[in-house]
């Protein structure tokens, strides 16, 4: 029988390692649209992870820090949010979307080509979602013909995250327009820096680029990069999907549990003081603190059950639509007690997370929540559907 890992040591390794090894200022580095400051940071804080293990405890034993189970896992996202670490923002879908569809769907010759380059610093992006092909992803059309031992591909990705910084592409497309919607998918890898690919990063209400669309013009990918068997590429996504196993949550939950003070110093700026503020105002604080310390509850319910095989179906749909909810309703809150001066819109930080403490662009980024991670309604109809067994219409 395996050993059971010590976690508290590991919570006290992580915890004391985080403050020596933080890059300095990063929040000030990736302010405001310093685009530059943002990849350098990120940068210098993914070599930072990869030396200490940090950044792949979900890989494979034979990687730094591999093969660490998944309360381990836990307890260093959970650390890396309680220590104010930036997030890994440019380098999630590498680390995590890339990396596990590699090493549970990838040939050797994939693997090999190119996991040590997630490692050195290659940003991935996925291309999955089209338009009118977002939570209804099995009706893309991004079309793939064989032509000798390439793809010929053509079509139109949007809302890749960061795709505009990307080295290389998870991209699914129809090879067989005649089958069934999921029957017909491939799974590629492409080299972003081929032919026939223009990207666009598209500007969001709050003036940042977070998101990006592709354009694909007889792009040639390939047969190599070909992850799996031709029209069984739908599979294959649901491990790219399922990959981060809740763990994004756990740690966005523990940012939002940590940012709970920031309510206090927006009542502070708005000219309250603490005992000044009316009724309501407090009551709608107690409100958001009780709703996020019983969602911190409830992700850790969540992950004790997933770590014992016990998951149960409609967990991640539960988790996910309370956290968009609570998320919008902090920033609100946020706005309401800052006042006038939570107008200002400037000093945003990129990739910090959603709650910046600029409050006006933390609300208008929460609401991205309706859709990242699956759109509400699409999770909506998970649990009624598969959950509470409601009949459909």
């Known amino acids: ?56 405890p979900h890989w494979e034993h034979e990687w730094p820090g591999g093969g660490r189970s998944l309360p381990e896992q836990v307890v260093i996202f959970e650390e890396m949010a309680r220590g104010d670490a930036p997030r890994m923002s440019l380098f999630f879908v590498s680390l995590y979307h890339a990396a596990m569809t590699l090493q549970e769907c990838g040939s050797q010759a994939q693997k090999e080509k190119y996991l040590p380059g997630i490692l050195r610093g290659d940003v991935w992006v996925q291309g999955f979602s089209e338009p009118g092909a977002g939570s209804d992803l099995a009706s893309l059309k991004t079309r793939a013909v064989l032509d000798g031992d390439h793809y010929v591909v053509n079509g139109q990705k949007i809302w890749s995250t960061l795709g505009h910084f990307a080295d290389h592409c998870l991209l699914l497309v129809r090879t067989d327009p005649d089958a069934k919607k999921q029957a017909g998918i491939t799974f590629l890898l492409m080299d972003m820096k081929t032919p026939g690919i223009d990207v666009r990063p598209i500007k969001q209400i709050t003036g ?12 040639r990918i390939p047969v190599a990069n070909r992850v799996g068997e031709e029209n069984k590429g739908w599979g ?19 940012r939002l549990y940590g940012s709970l003070w920031r309510l206090l110093e927006a009542a502070t700026k708005g000219g309250f003081a603490a005992e000044a503020l009316d009724v309501e105002d407090r009551r709608r604080i107690v409100d958001i603190t009780a709703r996020v310390e019983a969602l911190r509850a409830m992700v850790g319910e969540a992950m004790v059950r997933k770590a014992a095989g016990n998951e149960q179906l409609g967990d991640a749909s539960i988790l996910k639509l309370a956290y968009a909810r609570i998320l919008r309703d902090f ?17 945003f930080v990129l990739g910090a997370g959603y709650e910046t403490s600029n409050w006006m662009f933390d609300f208008m980024n929460s609401y991205q929540w309706n859709i990242a991670g699956g759109s509400n309604e699409i999770q909506r109809n998970i649990v009624s559907e598969r959950m509470l067994e409601l009949p459909r219409g």
């Open 1 to 56: 029988m395996s050993e059971e890992p010590d976690l508290e040591a590991l919570r006290r390794e992580v915890r004391e390692w985080i403050p020596k090894n933080v890059p300095a200022n990063w929040r000030e580095r990736q302010a405001g649209d310093n685009i530059e400051g943002f990849l350098e940071c990120q940068r210098e804080w993914l070599a930072k992870l990869v030396e200490a293990g940090y950044a792949t």
């Open 208 to 219: 940042d680029e977070e998101f990006a669309e592709m354009f694909l013009d007889n792009v």
């Open 236 to 254: 294959v996504a649901q491990v790219t999907l399922s990959s981060e196993r809740g763990l994004t949550l756990v740690e966005l939950v523990e």
């Open 331 to 347: 920033c609100e809150l946020g706005m309401k007690l800052e006042g006038i001066g939570s107008q200002r819109f400037e000093n």
